[in-house]
């Protein structure tokens, strides 16, 4: 009894932990191991958005979930977030500033909130949007953020984690002060006055994998006065803005690395290493596309440090300058650089291959960012946008238009870069018909199979193909075929388009029902071709099985009495059949009577039959016994021999 009743008390507890339930407050809850508190209630403006989310939060216990389900909450200012909470919404929720406090952010998230995670909102902030205060392991993660003043504020905290956020329109993207381990990654950091801004001691960033473009001052911005940021990287990211350089440094550092951005049409430099900037180590600088930026003598990196005379060489790897010559390079003085250069080369006609390589060994540079290169066919108005990726990319020109001679293609940065195409390397249009049996020899009722196979042996696409003329006029039994369409009725085969080396094969099977030789020429037309295939040769025999039984009725008779003699023939082929049939008595039997008259001649003492195919026929004799003796009855059919006996008493 007492197992059974702490069962039924267990059971009981498990239903009420998953119960919804209606609290005091008016929000609900669903209580379990962790609780989500769902917030789906109407606008309740000011004060009561405040009151009511405030209270949910307070009321929360670490590690639970608060569920935003509403559409749109305004006048918030300044949620304390003080605990471990997961704060998300499954339906973007749109939070707005209150006017009223303009200064303070939406979200405030203090130290007893570290582990927080905010996700899946709209944001339209003042002032700010989130702050991350002495806390740590945040996670803002999936929301899209406007703000006047900051979007994102980190202050003094460690292992935030900022991923697959849009913030647009707002003072700053982000901001990192005094915080160390920060990953800011996959966001979309744009139309912003400022992009990423980390100032103060804030060390062991990871900027990767983002686009941080259209701001009107710096993209990324790390400034200590000199003093210690260490171990910065800035990886994979697409830089372009309006008012300053794309990369600026003014602190020291023992590592840092930029490696593998798109850093272009920044107004000032795209890297930019202010007076404050001091290495214990060369820089890590190598694989960055680095082009258009237009600051001072149009460096695309420049350090403003010590005078030429005293400055150490800065020494960085391989980046793309939009130049093979190393003269055009357009970086501050006293700084070594490997070159990556744009190479085309040819893979077959029409097809061609581009690709990053460095100047000196011609290895290929698969960490480069990916990115569009415009290739042009002889002049402007023939080009496409290639899409380069893990360092290569391919540009197919096989359906444009080339003249007779002198055709080249090229790409154009600061230089050109041009290959120029051979004339026996233009691609043409070229076509090939194929027809064959699968067995060239058969006899009537058996089914044999025509495969046409039709192949673009040429580089451009062919359009419109109509195929005739490929089978004897038979019926068919069924066909298939991989590309277009055929039909049954009149034996086209249309194929709308073949690709360069695409093949189409119809496979036509038939059953002949008269036997001969039948001779085909398939014909191709289309697409300003008129082709025809080899001969093919089918021979249809006809297909006859005879069988014939010879047999008298009684191998006694007497004399002056009759016997009867038969043969039954039986055609079990598929065609029609002429039958010889003789049946010859020796002396002292006389023929009395046969049937099938009008086939017999008395003359040849012959039957001629024609036995239609799966019929038989039975021919008959009568014979009369004119004198004693053992007598032959002779039979010949198709000039098979038998003889039957038959005794005259």
């Known amino acids: 009894m007492f197992k059974i009743k702490t069962k039924k008390i267990i059971l009981l507890g498990a239903i ?41 939060i307070d009321n929360a216990s670490s590690g639970d979930t608060i569920l935003f389900k509403g559409s749109e909450y305004t006048h918030l200012a300044n949620i304390i977030v003080n605990k471990t909470l997961n704060i998300v919404s499954d339906v973007g929720t749109v939070l707005n500033s209150c006017n009223n406090h303009p200064e303070e952010p939406i979200f ?14 709209n944001i339209n902030a003042k002032e700010a949007g989130i702050i991350i205060d002495n806390a740590t392991n945040v996670k803002i993660g999936s929301n899209n953020i406007t703000a006047e003043g900051i979007a994102i504020t980190i202050l003094d905290s460690l292992n935030t984690v900022i991923t697959n956020n849009r913030i647009n329109n707002s003072g700053t993207g982000i901001s990192s002060n005094n915080s160390n381990n920060t990953v800011i990654k996959n966001n979309t950091i744009t139309n912003n006055d400022e992009g990423i801004i980390s100032t103060g001691n804030t060390n062991n960033t990871e900027i990767s994998y983002n686009n941080i473009s259209n701001n009107n001052g710096f993209g990324v911005y790390f400034n200590n006065n000199g003093e210690l940021q260490d171990n910065i990287k800035v990886l994979y990211n697409y830089i372009e803005n309006q008012g ?55 460096f695309q990196i420049q350090r403003v440090q010590t005078d030429d005379q005293h400055r150490a060489v800065l020494v960085i790897g391989y980046n793309f300058y939009g130049t093979n010559d190393r003269s055009g390079v357009s970086v501050c003085s006293k700084t070594t650089t490997g070159i990556i250069l744009i190479k085309l080369s040819e893979i077959s006609k029409g097809i061609f291959q581009i690709a990053y390589t460095t100047n000196d060994t011609g290895k290929i540079i698969k960490e480069m960012i990916p990115n569009y290169v415009k290739v042009n066919l002889n002049n402007n108005s023939q080009y496409q946008y290639v899409l380069i990726k893990n360092g290569t990319g391919i540009a197919d020109f096989r359906e444009y238009n080339y003249s007779s001679t002198g055709n080249e293609i090229y790409t154009y940065f600061l230089t050109k870069t041009a290959l120029s195409i051979n004339d026996n390397n233009i691609p043409q ?37 109509n195929i005739k003329n490929m ?13 277009g369409s055929f039909n049954k009725n009149n034996k086209i085969w249309t194929v709308n388009s ?37 001969l093919t040769s089918l021979k249809v025999n006809p297909a006859v099985e005879v069988k014939n039984s010879n047999k008298i009725n009684t191998k006694k008779i007497r004399k002056n009495k009759y016997v009867t003699a ?21 002396k002292g039997l006389k023929t009395y009577n046969v049937n099938y008259k009008t086939k017999y001649s008395k003359k040849t003492n012959k ?27 002779a039979f010949n059919v198709n000039g098979k021999k038998q003889n039957k006996y038959v005794k005259v008493v």
Not at 108 to 121: A, V
Not at 471 to 483: D, G, L, M, Q
Not at 576 to 583: A, E, Q
Not at 610 to 633: E, N, R
């Open 429 to 465: 249009k070229s076509i090939s018909i194929n027809s064959k049996i699968s067995s060239p020899t058969i006899k009537t009722g058996q089914t044999t199979k025509y495969t046409i196979t039709v192949s673009n042996i040429g580089q451009k696409i062919i359009k419109s193909i």
């Open 16 to 56: 009420f932990s998953i119960l919804l339930i209606s609290s005091p407050l008016g929000f609900n809850t669903i209580y379990g191991a962790n609780n989500t508190w769902i917030i789906d209630v109407e606008d309740k403006g000011m004060p009561g958005n405040m009151e009511y989310i405030q209270g949910i």
């Open 607 to 633: 039957w001629i039959v024609k036995l239609p195919a799966k019929k038989s026929v039975t021919l008959k004799m009568k014979l009369k016994g004119t004198s004693k003796g053992t007598k032959k009855v």
């Open 108 to 121: 405030r998230i203090l130290s007893g909130g570290s582990g927080t995670k905010i996700e899946g909102f």
């Open 566 to 586: 038969y043969t039954t023939i039986k055609n079990y082929g598929t065609s029609s059949k002429n039958i010889k049939v003789r049946i010859s008595p020796s």
């Open 244 to 298: 300053q350089s794309g990369v600026y440094i003014n602190s020291s550092y023992n590592i840092l690395s930029i490696i593998s951005n798109m850093i272009t049409n920044n107004q000032k430099n795209g890297i930019y290493m202010d007076s404050g900037t001091n290495t214990s180590g060369q820089p890590t600088i190598e694989y960055n596309y680095l082009l258009y930026n237009t600051g001072f003598n149009t």
């Open 471 to 483: 089978i004897p006029n038979f019926a068919i039994k069924s066909f298939n075929t991989n590309i």
């Open 498 to 534: 073949l690709k360069a080396n695409e093949k189409a094969i119809l496979n036509v099977y038939i059953t002949p029902n008269k036997a001969g030789t039948f001779k085909n020429t398939a014909t191709l037309t289309g697409d300003s071709f008129n082709k025809k295939s080899s």
